[in-house]
């Protein structure tokens, strides 16, 4: 079992930045990967970025490449999502999440098992 705890959400300006963070517990993370899904009202959830705890390989949506960062810390059990030059279409939960994709399904919502609470991102113009 994997729990995911987000924190770092909040609300600010378009062009500024943010930066989450999600701390996992339990077993099996350190074999998967880990990222960040995001929900805006009304709208499918959609994949934002990920990263394998093992490889270190990322994976970003294009809406958010060059904007922002994921990381891992593979001993604090910990990753973290910089958001940078924040867009108002970035609204929505934030939601972080831990499984095993199949190839090329990295930012695919079904590949992942565990997710947490989430946490809102709210960016206004």
């Known amino acids: 079992q994997v729990q995911m705890v987000e924190s770092g959400g909040g609300s600010v300006q378009a062009g500024g930045s943010l930066r989450l963070s999600c701390q996992a517990s339990?077993?099996?993370?350190?074999?998967?990967?880990l990222g960040w899904f995001r929900q805006a009202p009304g709208k499918e959830r959609e994949g934002v970025a990920v990263?394998?705890?093992?490889?270190?390989?990322?994976f970003y949506a294009d809406s958010v490449r060059g904007r922002f960062t994921i990381s891992g810390d593979a001993g604090k059990k910990t990753i973290y999502l910089q958001m940078n030059n924040l867009k108002p279409e970035d609204t929505g939960t934030y939601y972080c999440?831990?499984?095993?994709?199949?190839?090329?399904?990295?930012?695919?919502?079904?590949?992942?098992?565990?997710w947490g609470k989430g946490t809102m991102v709210t960016i206004s113009s």
């Open positions: 999440v831990a499984g095993q994709p199949g190839p090329e399904l990295q930012l695919n919502s079904g590949g992942y098992e565990y």
């Open positions: 339990g077993h099996g993370y350190d074999r998967a990967y």
């Open positions: 990263i394998g705890m093992t490889s270190d390989k990322t």
